[in-house]
């Protein structure tokens, strides 16, 4: 498989060439030429396949090239000792993908790049500088993925003040290999400083640099897995029986009129920011695995859900809200979405929808009451979006479910006035007690080259 880049001014380059790149010379994404399709057996078996079965079939034909089989088994053995349970919720179903060490989804990509770095670099003298701006949860999930490999030192960059106190912790709370700078500004400012980190000649002479934000095709690609293997277990019309560390009680168990249908395909409601997930997901589909479209939900940052309104695409200035992960205003996914897809392409697969802060936090209260169960305040955008589009009509009833992208305990301060106690997962609470190693800089290429040296 090769790689091309999303604006065709540089060349084709190999899986391990676009991984460690992370962006294109032209400043473009890396795409695979094209999507390969799973086999007809593969497909017919998705629902009963393990977990690391679907994610042996899934990733590789797309590294194949550049992993051998066996050393790819090892990787997906050793980064997901934990899966990403379907389970009934009220009415619908929810994709719980909140069971990895930082309790967001973001540890599928983020620890399968760890582990495809650290192979891609093996018998390399010079270390790789790893920079990458987080609005939350990527940085956790990427300081956990690679604290501790050798030969790879992480920068994280994540804006001062807007990031939850837990967050914090995994991002700047490990050290070692991992070093953390609060930027004086919003998300998309850090996400700015590092694009012109990657233009400056000078800093790439001194540093072999690379990226783990979304952008980076190693992280995306993974995340195809869990949507492949969801859509399987819905279309057999089952779920599974339970999500390990959520405590559910009651009315939920029984899938409702939204649950799953023997033979019919899902459809995933995706709570959305950079829209790697929702890219990730669009692979899923065009690979083979029985969906039927995607919701597309954000918060304020309603950029790609008015662009599926209107075709026209107005990138904005990120505005901060509760669910905080997706508080991004120029999503650096669309570029790689529009280069596989058009305009007309898009709306067939996706449809957007936009929720308040004040509509998630109704949300939260209400699906708690009503169906005894915790969502976090981004599978409350989700499930609230699919709400909106459900009514309008826009979206037919039929299985859907909501991705639950994070833990509720990662954002109990605004969780818990709205439901009560949250019972925290033991890696939450571990993370809970590290203290803070982070550096404070102003928003300015100098004072990040000031602090990389
Ligand atoms: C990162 C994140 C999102 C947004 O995912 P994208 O791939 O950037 O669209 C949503 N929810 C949570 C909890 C996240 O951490």
Redesign the pocket.
């Known amino acids: 498989m090769r790689y091309y880049s999303t604006r065709k001014q540089s060349d084709p380059v190999s899986f391990a060439r676009a991984a460690l790149a992370g962006l294109a010379p032209d400043g473009g994404l890396f795409v695979p030429e094209t999507i390969p399709e799973y086999s007809g057996a593969v497909k017919t078996s998705l629902g009963t396949m393990a977990f690391h079965e679907v994610a042996m079939e899934t990733i590789r034909p797309y590294v194949q090239d550049d992993i051998p089989v066996p050393v790819l088994g090892g990787i997906i053995e050793s980064a997901y000792p934990f899966t990403a349970p379907l389970i009934a919720v009220g009415d619908r179903m929810v994709l719980e993908l909140f069971h990895g060490p930082t309790a ?3 540890d599928f990509g983020a620890r399968f790049m760890a582990r495809a770095f650290a192979y891609l670099r093996r018998g390399e003298d010079r270390p790789l500088r790893i920079l990458v701006a987080t ?4 940085g956790g999930a990427v300081a956990d993925g690679f604290f501790g490999v050798e030969g790879i030192d992480v920068t994280i960059l994540y804006p001062r003040g807007r990031v939850s106190p837990l967050q914090e912790r995994q991002i700047a709370g490990l050290g070692g290999n991992i070093s953390a700078a609060a930027v004086e500004g919003s998300f998309d400012d850090c996400q700015a400083l590092v694009k012109a980190a990657f233009a400056d000649r000078g800093l790439r002479e001194r540093h072999e640099l690379s990226s783990a934000n ?1 952008i980076n095709v190693s992280r995306l690609i993974p ?1 195809a897995v869990y949507y492949a293997a969801a859509a399987g277990t819905a279309f057999d019309g089952r779920v599974h029986p339970d999500g390990e560390a959520t405590p559910r009680k009651g009315p939920s168990a029984v899938p409702g009129t939204n649950g799953p249908v023997r033979g019919h395909p899902v459809r995933f409601c ?10 990730a997901g669009l692979y899923a589909m065009e690979m083979g695995a029985p969906i039927a479209g995607f919701i597309a939900a954000t918060n304020i940052n309603k950029t790609v859900p008015e662009y599926l309104e209107s075709g026209i695409y107005n990138a904005m200035p990120s505005k901060a809200t509760i ?1 905080n ?2 508080d ?1 205003g120029a ?1 650096s ?1 669309f570029e790689r979405m529009a280069s596989h897809w058009s305009y007309d392409e898009m709306k067939r697969r996706i449809r957007g929808a936009f929720v308040s802060d004040e509509a998630t936090r109704e949300t939260i209260r209400d699906v708690r009451g009503k169906a005894a169960y915790f969502l ?1 305040p ?1 599978g409350a955008v989700g499930w609230q979006a699919a709400d909106t589009l459900l009514a309008g009509g826009i979206v037919p009833q039929g299985p859907l479910a909501i991705l639950g ?2 833990h509720p305990a ?1 954002f109990s301060e605004v969780v818990e006035p709205l439901t009560g106690p949250v019972p925290v997962p033991p890696s939450l609470r571990e993370a809970m007690d590290r203290t803070i190693h982070s550096s404070v800089i102003p928003n300015d290429l100098a004072a990040l080259k000031a602090l990389l040296g």
């Not at 995706?270 to 890219?279: Q, W």
Request: aromatic letters at 6%.
């Open positions: 967001a989804f973001k609005s939350g949860d990527t979304s995340q995706v709570p959305s920011g950079n829209f790697g997930n929702l890219t669910s992960a997706m991004v999503p996914n976090d981004h992208t994070a990662k």
